[in-house]
């Protein structure tokens, strides 16, 4: 069975740095887009940033242009979201998933998205 499997998070302060990396088995890897994910507690999981399958195209949340950079690595079977300037409002659960729109640029809505991995969690305090 395929899976998605996210490491890389953590306890941070506010302007600190991490990376994200996303990992999984599935031979057909490349031949999708993939995206980041987060849910903070009370709230909906929202987009984050997502790449094509090439990584040639990328797409960030307005709340994390700039900052956080996704990226792939198609031999090695992962995606990475680096993270930088780290603030508190960034603190949640972050998701990595494999949309089903193989052939589509990057989606934003999580409803394209069929394949989840179970999160790791990141916490940046002020």
């Known amino acids: 069975q395929v899976q998605l499997v996210e490491s890389g998070g953590g306890l941070v302060q506010a302007g600190d740095s991490l990376r994200l990396s996303c990992e999984t088995t599935?031979?057909?890897?490349?031949?999708?887009?993939m995206g980041w994910f987060r849910q903070a507690p009370g709230k909906e999981r929202e987009f984050v940033a997502g790449?094509?399958?090439?990584?040639?195209?990328?797409a960030y949340a307005d709340s994390v242009k700039g900052r956080f950079t996704v990226s792939r690595d198609n031999a090695k079977k992962t995606v990475y979201l680096q993270m930088t300037a780290l603030k508190p409002e960034d603190t949640a659960r972050y998701y990595c998933a494999r949309s089903r729109l193989q052939t589509q640029p990057v989606s934003t809505r999580p409803s394209v998205y069929d394949l989840w991995g179970q999160g790791t969690q990141v916490t940046v305090s002020s």
């Open positions: 599935s031979r057909t890897f490349s031949s999708y887009p």
């Open positions: 790449i094509s399958r090439s990584g040639g195209e990328t």
